[in-house]
């Protein structure tokens, strides 16, 4: 099984919707990357690497902040990290009320 950085689809699709981004043929982003993940195994390639060989992806990766660059590329800290910090509100948030 390829390692997790190789393959970061949740991460991809959360990108994604949030870019509101849809592909012409595959539809919403999930579906995207379902299609892309299944390539790369095939191919034993990253993920990134066959969802950039998509004009369509390309495209709008080549808009993407660089920090989701990072984060596809496989540097998941930067993703992880938001989700703790926002956790760590969630709690302070819950615990005052």
Same mark, same amino acid.
């Given at each position: 099984?390829?390692p997790?950085r190789?393959?970061?689809?949740e991460a991809? &699709?959360?990108?994604?919707?949030g870019?509101?981004?849809? $592909?012409?043929?595959y =539809?919403?982003?999930?579906?995207? /990357?379902?299609?892309?993940?299944?390539?790369?195994?095939s191919?034993?390639?990253p993920?990134?690497?066959?969802?950039?060989?998509?004009?369509?992806?390309?495209? &709008?990766?080549?808009?993407?902040l660089?920090?989701?660059? $990072?984060?596809?590329? =496989?540097?998941?800290?930067?993703? /992880?990290?938001?989700?703790?910090?926002?956790?760590?509100?969630?709690?302070e948030?819950?615990?005052?009320i």
């Open positions: 099984m390829k997790v190789e393959f970061p689809s991809m &699709v959360t990108i994604l919707r870019e509101g981004w849809t $592909h012409s043929k =539809g919403e982003g999930h579906n995207f /990357v379902k299609e892309m993940s299944r390539a790369a195994k191919q034993s390639l993920l990134l690497t066959v969802a950039l060989t998509d004009s369509e992806f390309s495209a &709008v990766y080549d808009r993407l660089m920090h989701k660059r $990072h984060i596809l590329s =496989g540097n998941l800290e930067l993703y /992880v990290g938001d989700s703790r910090e926002r956790a760590r509100k969630n709690l948030y819950a615990r005052a």
